[in-house]
């Protein structure tokens, strides 16, 4: 079939039901939701037999639905309707949740229910919950409506009963935090329903801000008043509860200036002057991480006999961006690692993300900071991730192992890749591309990891049109492409045991030794063949351009990206129809 994807924007929803349509055979266009007209005419460029929307901020026009079927992918149960579903949904504590697919009708999410797929709705927040159990449930919910339909026929209604119900936006006064009246389990859920956007509006040092990346504390916190923030631990402030505290780790700072969006940073970092006063609570990377566990960034641990031992490196760096603090504290992570005794090293990335690159909102606030600047700030970041890739492409006496829990793009995909093999589970969809960021070049040795992958010195040609294609790859095509090793669950919640199993398994495998050794001698062939310094150098003397050259379209891109503005026009590899990636 040919479906016309009709989005807001291309997020991690619209990218899996890209991926997953088009590995299912249908020819997939996009067309970004900007205007009425435009949208009239990508259907009559297209001519779709559907119009799927997965993510919508107004209606499709009557000139549309009326005319071909137009499905709309909401994130609620049967019945549910309005703006805010997942946010009440987590602020009612509700134990399930779903996600519907309806035929667009004039009203908002009121036409007949197609099919619909539910999920638990784990703690979570409201993004993560999104980008992992609202789209793998829309997947299903897609695939179950498409089924049944049979194109010019009467659409096929799906007899669940409707138990939700019609529910305005929310307002911001039905979560406002009260830190004398509200327990910190309530105001995990007030903050975790409104994160990632958008975010919940609070005081922290008696200036208005947002908060997000919310963590119960384990500690007993220093004194102070509910509220008050006693203590720092890398991004994060850990905020006095009534009855405990809270680690947050991400703020928006409102500037005030209209044209100097609030960016989403580390506590820390938008609180530098203020967080430099508060004690450090820092923890070991090893430290025990059972119930109750004391929560930071990074954690590691070992498993497995003495003579086949494994590490676990999780870095759940928020949004999986990856600031030069980050890349610094994963480089350091890295090089203590090299003293424990294992066979094998796992990167477990974070939960929601693996990791999405340099970090684009710190880059935006050096911007405005007296004496720096973007361009020193990007490569003072670039540099920092560069060095935290070398460590793990020099860490040759053991096999080294990415796990994709979550989503990776941009220079977190290749950080990813510079293991020695790359596991991911269906769900997850790699961008392993640096254009659409106003066309940066990219680093992270990505000139290295990526031909050897895809096939020696053809490799070069597959590698272009990996990075010049722009296009979102799901774990089976990036499997098929070399990219990813093994597709090792269907989803994320299998998919960590089976990932450290085949770890253990490895590393007990009797030609374990061997394989590091044959690890170790290809890394000294290619060393030999062009020294791992040349191709930082290269990609880097590019990199200096897009940072400091006359063309300004990173900084324009970065820009809007941090902003969240609306996209013009639709990116033509994503709008077939449009004609040019033909
Ligand atoms: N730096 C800072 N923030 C980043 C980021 C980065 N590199 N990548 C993603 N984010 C943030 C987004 O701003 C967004 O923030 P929110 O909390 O306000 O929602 C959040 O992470 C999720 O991103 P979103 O774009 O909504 O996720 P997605 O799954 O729809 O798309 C990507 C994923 C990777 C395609 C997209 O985020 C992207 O293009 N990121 C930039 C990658 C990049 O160019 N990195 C720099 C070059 S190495």
Redesign the pocket.
Known sequence: MRILLLTHSF??LA?RLFVELRRAGHEVSVEFDIADSVTEEAVALFEPDLVLAPFMKRRIPESVWSRRPCWIVHPGIPGDRGPSALDRAILESENEWGVTVLQAVAEFDAGPVLAHAEFALREATK?DLY?AEVVDAAVRAVFAALARFVPGAAPVEDAAPQRGRARPLLRADERRIDWQQDDRETLLRKIRSAD??PGLGARLFGQACRLYDAHRAASVAPPGQPGAAVARRGPALLVQCRDGALWIGHVRRDSGLADEPPL?LAATLAFAAEAAHLPELAVALDRDNGEGGQWDELHYRESGPAAARIGWLEFAFH???MGTRQCRVLRDALRWIRTRPTKVLVLAGGPAFFS??????EIEAAARRPGDSAADASWRNINAMNDAVLELLTLTDRLTFAALRG?A???GCFLALAADAVWAHRGVVL?PH?K??GN?Y?SEYWTYVLPRRVGGSAGEGAARRITQGRLPLGAEDARSLGLVDAVLADEAAAFEAQAEQAALQLAAAPDIDRRIAAKQRRREEDEAAKPLAAYRAEELAHMQRNFYGFDPSYHVARHH??ARKAMAWTPRPLALHRGAAR
Do not use: D, E, P, T
Not at 356 to 361: C, E, F, K, Q
């Open positions: 997020n991690s990218q993004s980008r990632g956007h989403k949004n999986g961006a999405n690159g340099i970090h684009l909102h989503n793009g941009a220079g961008n640096y659409n960021m940066l990219g990206f941090v």
